[in-house]
């Protein structure tokens, strides 16, 4: 690759061209396709933002309640930037799209600046390239989800620990460790970055121990990484204590990691071959990273350090997510750690290998690197094909409600968990899944006036509220309009099979 800084400039655009590109595919659509519930989760965070002010440690949802339903999450960083975007270029589903494109766009230039200045400019090019590829991040980097944000601020803290460890000035550590913070407050799997933070940080003095247990240098790293972790720590439990004191609170901080405890898929080995392997890290680029891991091992611990630092942190976290927290999403955060090995694998075969073959094949090696990434980039788009489809009936029932409903109705809706259709409404509901009689009394009590049918309620509930509420159809969805106090539950003989959910 040439050292030509023009030039490198050029080939830097034109991948980052090409990762805006892959993720303008169905920008327009709404929220409404795979994992629509998370985004519409954080874009209705970003709705109360821009209506209600950017409240950092009250973010609101619509479900759970009358409201106002506060949260513990992460910091809001997408939200907030798209609620003061949308003050200048209008609230839409569009805008939220175009923030997480962004964020995910901008992550890929720290991450090619760190490596190019470890491994050089084609390592560099290459790693983009791939990070850009990766079909979880083609999916997800445009997903309005704190993902892109937190891949911006993982690749830019990075970055800025080892801008420090080049030239050592205070206004360089105060830069790393705003960064470091930010990554781990963007969302807490970026701690998995810290080992990577302190080794990079080092820099040179990196595995000379008497430089690296100095008192001074060992405050300031430490003082980076335990100051990242602070204020992730600290944040999460201020600000769930002060939405527990709200008027709803829900709770999305995992407590527990046990065996009984599983988020998102259910079946280890079919998360591992489907989301991990054809996804994550596919064939071609699994065949790159091996080659990368293989160029680690020659370079040394002092050259390679902080990507061994990374890989332990990369370890560690895979465990959590394997055992507990199966979703694709929690994927995106290794990206650039899976890049960086495919872009070392990929400029060894691009640029090293010729060096050793017979004149006549020396171009095999480049072709190869070139096969290997477009094979990054077609199974990729074969493995994620079924992500793009919208389920449209949330949406065009949901702005159905939202123009109907009276603005302070508060929904019911049955047989799902999933709020998309209370964002699109634009009112607050309890979720429950299945609805029982005791369920509808005690909604009802907490001023619920509408039961939402999406087709997940069953013969015995359906017949009750059929025979008792008047309904309305709105996209495809029915909506029962309840009264109180609510008439009682069958007492007739039940059918065979029981009463189902009339019964409880």
């Not at 995992?254 to 080995?269: E, K, R």
């Not at 607050?428 to 907490?446: C, E, F, I, K, W």
Request: hydrophobic letters at 50%; aromatic letters at 12%; proline letters at 7%.
């Amino acid at each position: 690759m040439s050292r030509n800084p023009a030039r490198e400039w050029i080939w830097l655009g034109a991948v980052l061209a090409l990762c805006v590109a892959l993720r303008l595919h169905n920008i327009t659509v709404p929220l409404v396709d795979t994992s629509d519930w998370r985004q519409t989760d954080t874009a209705a965070v970003a709705y109360f933002f821009y209506h209600l002010g950017i409240q950092l440690l009250h973010p609101q949802l619509w479900h759970d309640g009358p409201g106002p339903d506060y949260t513990q999450l992460e910091l809001q960083i997408s939200p907030a930037v798209a609620a003061l975007l949308a003050h200048v270029f209008g609230y839409g589903h569009v805008l939220l799209r175009a923030v997480a494109v962004g964020f995910f766009t901008l992550s890929a230039i720290p991450l090619w600046a760190l490596v190019r200045r470890r491994f050089g400019p084609g390592a560099a090019l290459w790693t983009v390239l791939c990070y850009s590829l990766l079909p979880v991040g083609i999916y997800f980097g445009r997903a309005f989800q704190p993902e892109p944000a937190m891949c911006f601020f993982g690749t830019l803290c990075l970055w800025a620990a080892d801008r420090w460890a080049e030239r050592r000035s205070v206004g360089r550590y105060l830069a790393a460790l705003a960064a470091a913070a930010l990554a781990v407050l963007a969302k807490l799997p970026n701690g998995m970055l810290l080992p990577a933070v302190a080794a990079l940080a080092y820099g040179p003095e990196l595995w000379n121990w008497r430089a690296m247990f100095a008192p001074r240098r060992l405050l300031q790293v430490a003082g980076l990484v335990l100051g990242a972790a602070v204020a992730g720590a600290a944040y999460t439990l201020i600000q769930g204590h002060i939405s527990a004191h709200g008027t709803k609170y829900v709770n999305f901080i995992v407590t527990s990691l046990g065996d009984s405890y599983i988020a998102g898929a259910q079946s280890l080995w079919a998360f591992v071959r489907h989301n991990v392997l054809g996804m994550a890290v596919t064939p071609g680029g699994g065949v790159a990273a091996a080659v990368g891991l293989y160029v680690l091992l020659r370079a040394g611990r002092r050259r390679a350090g902080w990507m061994w630092a990374w890989t332990a942190g990369v370890l560690v976290y895979a465990v959590v997510v394997l055992r507990a927290i199966r979703f694709q999403y929690y994927l995106m955060p290794v990206l650039p750690w899976l890049a960086v090995l495919m872009g070392l694998g990929l400029d060894h075969l691009a640029a090293a290998l010729p060096r050793v073959l017979p004149r006549a094949l020396r171009a095999v090696p480049a072709v190869l690197a070139a096969a290997l990434t477009a094979s990054i980039l077609t199974g990729g788009l074969f493995q994620i094909q079924g992500y793009w489809p919208p389920y449209m009936t949330w949406y065009t029932a949901g702005t159905a409600m939202n123009r109907a409903l009276p603005k302070d109705a508060v929904l019911i809706l049955s047989g799902t968990f999933n709020p998309t259709i209370l964002y699109y409404a634009r009112r607050h509901g309890y979720r429950v899944n299945p609805l029982t009689m005791s369920g509808l009394q005690a909604d009802v009590a907490g001023g619920a006036r509408y039961v939402i049918d999406d087709g997940g309620i069953d013969q015995c509930m359906g017949d009750y509220l059929a025979q008792n509420f008047p309904a309305k159809t709105y996209g495809g969805v029915t909506v029962y309009t309840l009264r109180s106090p609510l008439p009682p539950a069958p007492t007739q003989a039940p059918p065979p099979g029981g009463l189902g959910n009339c019964a409880s």
